[in-house]
């Protein structure tokens, strides 16, 4: 069974940073593209970061620059380290595949705010 376990969001002020985690388990993760996707309050979910099995990455417009994905193959993690955070970047934030699967963790809550 597929289990995806986000961590490390929380409240941060206007310009600061966060480092989000996801522990990915039941899949072959080394094989698999991974990203951040995330859901603002009455938006749909967005894929905002994403990296391949090779570790190539791509990012939304709206981070790139800001946003750096990465992942541990050894570890079966993913990892979205985020700079310079805005108000708009307040989400809950979370991993999966690309394309994902119907199955989602609970996320993690990410709130920017002065």
């Known amino acids: 069974q597929v289990q995806l376990v986000e961590s490390g969001g929380g409240l941060v002020q206007p310009g600061g940073s966060l480092r989000l985690s996801c522990a990915a388990s039941?899949?072959?993760?080394?094989?698999?593209?991974m990203g951040w996707y995330r859901q603002a309050p009455g938006k749909q979910r967005e894929l905002v970061a994403r990296?391949?099995?090779?570790?190539?990455?791509a990012y939304a417009d709206s981070v790139k620059g800001r946003f750096t994905i990465s992942r541990d193959n050894a570890k079966n993690t993913v990892t979205l380290r985020m700079n310079s955070l805005k108000l708009e970047d307040t989400a809950v934030y979370y991993c999966?595949?690309?394309?994902?699967?119907?199955?989602w963790g609970q996320g993690t809550q990410v709130t920017v705010s002065s």
């Open positions: 039941g899949i072959i993760f080394s094989i698999n593209d």
């Open positions: 990296i391949s099995s090779f570790s190539s990455t």
């Open positions: 999966n595949k690309v394309p994902p699967l119907d199955s």
